[in-house]
């Protein structure tokens, strides 16, 4: 019980903040609604059990990403809102119905996942430790040894890349 | 009781959610945040379906799809910076260099 109300307040909260992040006419308040979302994602993480990824929400998402966000927002100095300048071609009806095409496509995919539902996938092997965060490391230096590898290099080739990109010249 | 369902169901919503802020919205650092909240979705179902059949992989591949979203904010945003620098506007409308 206590579970399905820390539940419905966590997605409501989520969702309300997810509308205030694309909807909200500043820019500056539209990112630290996108911290709130994020803070509440993490305790969403923390119900389904898994803490160490609630903990990487908080430092990567909520402490990193999001300060990269305010940097560029307090850099570009905006003379005039982006949201002023009309252009005749935009179709922004266009784009509800798009989005509307893919909510019905997705509870197209849930009907039929309802009404077929999938044979219950075997169990993968044994892992020798206990503990949410030692699990999760075990698989990434075990089975995952190489997309780690990979994911490192991708990080560091964004670094370069983003280097790179905001210089002002080389 | 909450099943693995009504996690499917929040994040449908936030995956709309950010795919409507992505095709309505002008200001492009607006569409990049939408893009983390489409990312998020896609986290919770991953997490959802890794505490539903007691297997951590779903969390693993979690942490890869948050470093990918890291890398692509920061190439992301060292675009919008560079593209600021030259053009003085962030509207995505106003951004059709390519086109002749």
């Keep these: ?44 993480y923390v119900l389904l059990g898994a803490q160490f990824l609630a903990a990487i929400q908080v ?52 009907v039929y996942g309802f009404v077929n539902p999938a044979a219950p996938v075997p169990a993968t092997a044994a892992i020798p430790v206990s503990g ?16 780690f590898e990979v994911a490192s290099m991708l990080l560091l080739v964004a670094m370069i890349g983003a280097i790179v990109l905001a210089k002002r010249e080389l | 009781m909450i099943t693995p369902v009504h996690y499917m169901l929040l994040s449908a919503a936030l995956f ?4 409507v802020g992505v095709l309505v919205r002008k200001n492009i650092i607006i569409i990049f945040m939408s893009i983390e909240l489409i990312l998020n979705a896609v986290n919770i179902n991953l997490v959802a379906f890794s505490a539903q059949l007691q297997n951590v992989v779903g969390q693993v591949f979690a942490v890869f ?12 945003l060292g675009i919008i910076l560079a593209f600021y620098r030259n053009k003085e506007t962030i509207n995505i409308d106003e951004m059709n260099l390519m086109r002749s």
């Design chain 2, 65 to 76: 799809v948050i470093a990918v979203a890291a890398a692509e904010a920061a190439v992301g």
């Design chain 1, 1 to 44: 019980m206590a579970q399905a109300i820390a539940f419905y307040f966590i997605a409501a909260c989520i969702l309300g903040f997810a509308v205030l992040v694309v909807t909200t006419r500043d820019t500056v308040h539209s990112v630290l609604f996108l911290v709130l979302d994020f803070l509440f994602v993490a305790a969403l």
């Design chain 2, 16 to 19: 709309i959610i950010g795919v």
């Design chain 1, 59 to 110: 430092l990567v998402y909520a402490g990193g990403i999001v300060v990269l966000y305010l940097f560029v927002v307090m850099l570009v100095n905006l003379k005039r809102p982006p949201e002023a300048h009309e252009d005749p071609h935009r179709r922004t009806k266009l784009g509800f119905g798009l989005a509307a095409a893919v909510l019905l496509e997705l509870g197209a995919i849930a």
């Design chain 1, 132 to 147: 949410n965060t030692e699990q999760v490391g075990w698989l990434l230096y075990t089975s995952y040894l190489i997309p």
